[in-house]
């Protein structure tokens, strides 16, 4: 079955990179990874990131969050439901972890 969007793999590629990054930015915060950047850095890389998760779920936007206007699509049910919650507890998580 062959994708009606011609850029959804490399999007695709794309997030889980960044996801990737984000685990090491993670694990380098915490001492269990090594990477060229000050402390001060991390933590704002981090809080930065974990602001923008949880932005992602309160902003009001036609499409994403719990303030979304649009609501009766099947991606609306699942922002609802899946995606919105776990965007703020990682955002909420990730913001933690920047200030211990």
């Known amino acids: ?9 490399p999007a695709a590629g794309g997030v889980a990179l960044a996801l990737a990054c ?19 850095t991390l933590c704002l890389a981090l809080l930065f ?8 779920t309160l902003v009001p936007n036609p499409y994403v969050g719990f303030l979304k206007s ?18 703020l507890v990682l955002g909420l998580l990730i913001v933690v972890q920047a200030l211990s």
């Open 1 to 9: 079955m062959s994708h009606r969007l011609s850029w959804w793999p």
């Open 22 to 40: 984000l685990a090491w930015l993670l694990l380098a915060h915490a001492g269990h990874a090594r990477l060229p950047l000050a402390d001060a």
């Open 49 to 56: 990131v974990g602001a923008a998760f949880v932005c992602r």
């Open 70 to 87: 649009i609501r009766n699509t099947r991606w609306a049910k699942y922002d609802t439901w899946l995606y919105s919650p776990l965007f």
